[in-house]
């Protein structure tokens, strides 16, 4: 069984999230995470929200 690193749930199915296109230039680092699928749509509607919007506030 695999953990969304999100919502922390166990999943059969987890989705690699990389966190590091957006955030390159913020971070330095690159994130992988591993998101379900519920976790993963909301990600992707987050970075396209964050990438006009403000620096960054993770939620961790
Ligand atoms: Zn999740």
């Given at each position: ?6 919502c922390?749930?166990q ?8 966190l ?11 994130h ?16 396209r ?12």
């Amino acid at each position: 069984m695999l953990r969304c690193d999100f919502c922390g749930k166990q999943s059969q199915v987890v989705i690699r999230v990389a966190l590091d296109r957006d955030y390159d230039r913020l971070t330095v680092k690159h994130h992988k995470m591993y998101a379900c699928p519920e976790c993963s749509k909301k990600k992707e509607e987050e970075r396209r929200k964050k990438r006009g919007a403000v620096s960054g506030t993770e939620t961790s």
